[in-house]
């Protein structure tokens, strides 16, 4: 089993191999992100609103 202390060197260890993103990568890739989401958040609200529509025709 191993021990707390050991867990942490690991964990140590792992941290020094990651390759953490400029700033520029981490501002344009928040761009994309919030872009994306924008256009399925969109695109679901025009389904959402097109099967309501096409519901209220259905029920009356």
Known sequence: ???PTGFLREVRDELKKVVWPTRQETIRLTL????????????????DYLFVRALKLIIK
Do not use: E, P, R, W
């Not at 994309?32 to 389904?47: A, M």
């Open 1 to 3: 089993m191993a021990t």
């Open 32 to 47: 994309v992100v919030i872009v994306v989401s924008l256009l399925v958040g969109l695109f679901l609200g025009g389904l």
